[in-house]
């Protein structure tokens, strides 16, 4: 399984920013996808979900700003981000489950991208 991120850049506080995160070698017909961040000293935090029947689940720190979806035909997940605040600035982390249900639990995910940085100036 691989998960390579992209999109990650740096905005001004009301931006936005779409990352992407391909992924291939992944063939479960049940599985949950999800994005987390991880900022300078703290620990890595659950953004959103989404599960093989599209389900979502957001963080309350993101819900009404963020908005997770896939692409299966083309084995993509994205997460656009609106309204952009300094206080999302991290790395961000695309992640994958063998799953039926998809909590924001980074226990859950076994599989990992390498990150894509967004940060958010004021």
């Known amino acids: 399984v691989q998960l390579v991120e992209s999109g990650g850049d740096s905005v001004q506080s009301g931006g936005a920013l779409r990352l992407s995160c391909a992924v291939s070698?992944?063939?479960?017909?049940?599985?949950?996808m999800g994005w987390f961040r991880q900022a300078p000293g703290k620990e890595r935090e659950g953004v959103a979900s989404?599960?093989?029947?599209?389900?979502?689940n957001y963080a309350v720190s993101v819900k009404g700003r963020f908005t997770i979806s896939q692409e299966n035909a083309k084995n993509m997940m994205y997460l656009q981000l609106n309204s952009l605040k300094p206080e999302d600035t991290a790395m961000y982390y695309c992640?994958?489950?063998?799953?039926?249900?998809?909590?924001?639990?980074?226990?859950?995910?076994?599989?990992w991208g390498q990150g894509t940085q967004v940060t958010v100036s004021s």
């Open positions: 989404i599960d093989s029947y599209g389900v979502t």
């Open positions: 070698g992944y063939t479960y017909n049940t599985y949950c």
């Open positions: 992640a994958a489950a063998r799953a039926s249900w998809c909590p924001l639990l980074k226990t859950l995910y076994t599989d």
